[in-house]
């Protein structure tokens, strides 16, 4: 459909007409910049694909937004699309040509793109939305709705760079990055900021990519944006990236071990947990069932109040009597209890209070670097517990009224997320953190897991992360989120293993994200930690002076 001076001159002086990509002598307004036409290209175009004809003057960048026209009298329809892929069409520079001017000496001496009939560029695209426009006689436009694309577009219908407001409108960024989480800038006709909606947290966040190339760097954006909202933020650093970080924001850092400042209490730990952790306690055995009986009995007791290795011994010397156990079983239950005790991320007694550490701090950064996967994925387990706990008796004090309940929101951040949260049953961090995924939005209790091995991360959490943002990655890799970033074209899909350092793409639910595109993550105001050491900086060489 096609828009003639008939229509549009008369009524709108300030309209211009674009030679190139106009059918019929459409007129467009000014704040429209032509870059193209639509063509008959791979039997497109459909509802779903075009291929644009670029003007030899323009350029467009993969991710980009453009837009075909449709120009009706005072209204228009654009049909928003996204470019993939690119190419240039040379007759001139096929094989056999080229090898037979090399081969006699010749130059290439036909005319460049803007004057040849024969060399074009052509960019392929996914169609993304119709928005329907007013124009008024100035020259100006409003939008007056948006649908998914149902205008069939024809070819000839001109193309023009999507405005960068509507861009940000296309992806469901919000215009003003005091109203959200500034995340980066996307290409349009300049770069515009991205600003993601603050529920994005809520809604739980997936970062992937290979190392070195800034999802580690995304995440302390993420957590700036997180400090700037006074989410009370607990980290789970396993390669002391965020350190620095937290400590330029006046958090709290503790190095674990640290058994001055932090220690998981009995009463954190589930039954099965307990057994799992003492010391060379083998599975289906007296001892170690009579030890987890006393356990369960003491934590159903103390209902969250803390529980003292001497309570835990005591109640196994009494099931003991009272379960007529063999002395042996029971000695062996006591041995194991007491060799526990000296773990140092056990606590002696009181208990790391999480919630009063994150309302002191507002964030908390855990540095695991010099734990053991398995102590690592048990203070996973009991943190998500706990926020999950706490989370829910704020929701429903704040379904009772209780407006400081009602402000309760809480974050947590685990990097290598696929060693915390494995796809196996058997490792409790992963059941607590599905758990998380699955009912935390309901609970005030947001997630953001990082990783640069998806495909060994949980497929039940992955999927409910509401909003990736996936850096280059393996094509293995990549296969394992495909079915979670599918609102990214194929296109972009193929070149996601080619991003630039700090390049991403995102993709989400539709009420986060519309649209996935392409982000550029802006520069941290905090400090980057964890940089790989230089080992090599000071070694020479031998023998090859």
């Not at 990519?209 to 989410?231: D, I």
């Not at 083998?282 to 109040?305: F, S």
């Not at 758990?435 to 309901?442: I, K, S, T, V």
């Amino acid at each position: 459909m096609s828009t003639s001076k008939s229509d549009l001159g008369a009524a709108f002086p300030q309209l211009v007409t674009s030679d190139f990509g106009a059918t019929d002598n459409t007129e467009i307004p000014r704040e429209f910049h032509v870059v193209g036409k639509l063509v008959y290209w791979n039997s497109t175009p459909t509802f779903g694909k075009v291929g644009v004809l670029l003007d030899p003057n323009q350029e467009v960048r993969p991710g980009q937004f453009l837009a075909a026209w449709h120009g009706r009298r005072n209204r228009a329809v654009l049909t928003v699309v996204q470019v993939g892929d690119c190419c240039e069409i040379n007759p001139n520079e096929e094989p056999e040509l080229a090898a037979a001017r090399e081969r006699l000496g010749l130059r290439a001496g036909y005319a460049g793109e803007d004057v040849s009939t024969r060399i074009f560029r052509l960019a392929g695209c996914e169609t993304i939305e119709d928005l329907e426009i007013e124009i008024s006689a100035d020259g100006t436009f409003k939008v007056l709705g948006t649908k998914a694309p149902e205008s069939l577009t024809r070819a000839g219908d001109p193309v023009v760079l999507l405005p960068d407001e509507l861009a940000q409108d296309a992806i469901g960024s919000l215009r003003d990055p005091a109203m959200g989480l500034h995340v980066g800038s996307a290409q349009g006709i300049a770069e515009f900021n991205v600003t993601l909606r603050p529920p994005t947290l809520q809604m739980h966040c997936g970062l992937f990519g290979n190392p070195g190339k800034g999802k580690s760097y995304l995440g302390g954006v993420l957590l700036e944006e997180a400090h700037k909202w006074s989410v009370p933020t607990l980290v789970l650093d396993i390669n002391g990236e965020f350190v620095e970080l937290a400590q330029s924001l006046s958090g709290l850092v503790i190095s674990l071990p640290d058994r001055a400042q932090f220690g998981l209490s009995l009463n954190l730990l589930t039954p099965p947990e307990l057994v799992s952790i003492a010391p060379n306690v083998q599975p289906h055995t007296q001892y170690g069932e009579l030890i987890e009986l006393a356990h369960d009995q003491l934590r159903n007791e103390k209902r969250g109040r803390d529980i003292t290795f001497d309570e835990l011994r005591a109640r196994i010397s009494d099931l003991g009597d009272s379960l007529k156990t063999v002395k042996t079983s029971v000695g062996a239950a006591l041995s194991r209890i007491t060799a526990l005790e000296r773990d140092p991320l056990i606590g002696p007694g009181t208990s790391f209070d999480f919630i009063k550490a994150l309302t002191k701090h507002r964030i908390v950064v855990l540095d695991c670097r010099y734990l053991s996967l398995r102590q690592t994925q048990l203070i996973a387990a009991a943190a998500a517990r706990t926020l999950q706990h706490h989370g829910r008796e704020m929701t429903q004090k704040a379904n009772k009224g209780d407006k400081d309940a009602a402000g309760w929101f809480s974050l947590l951040f685990i990097d290598e997320a696929h060693a915390v949260a494995p796809s196996s049953e058997d490792v409790v961090s992963t059941q607590v953190l599905y758990e998380l995924a699955r009912m935390g939005r309901h609970v005030r209790t947001g997630m953001i897991l990082s990783s640069q091995s998806p495909s060994d991360l949980d497929r039940s959490i992955l999927k409910r992360l509401q909003t990736r943002f996936v850096f280059a990655l393996e094509k293995d890799q990549l296969s394992a989120i495909g079915g979670v970033s599918s609102d990214l074209g194929q296109d972009l899909q193929a070149q996601l293993p080619k991003l630039a350092r700090g390049v991403c793409g995102v993709s989400g639910s539709s009420e986060l994200i519309k649209h996935g595109f392409l982000l550029k993550v802006r520069s941290r105001k905090t400090p980057v930690g964890g940089s790989t050491p230089p080992v090599f900086g000071a070694r020479i060489k031998a023998g090859e002076r």
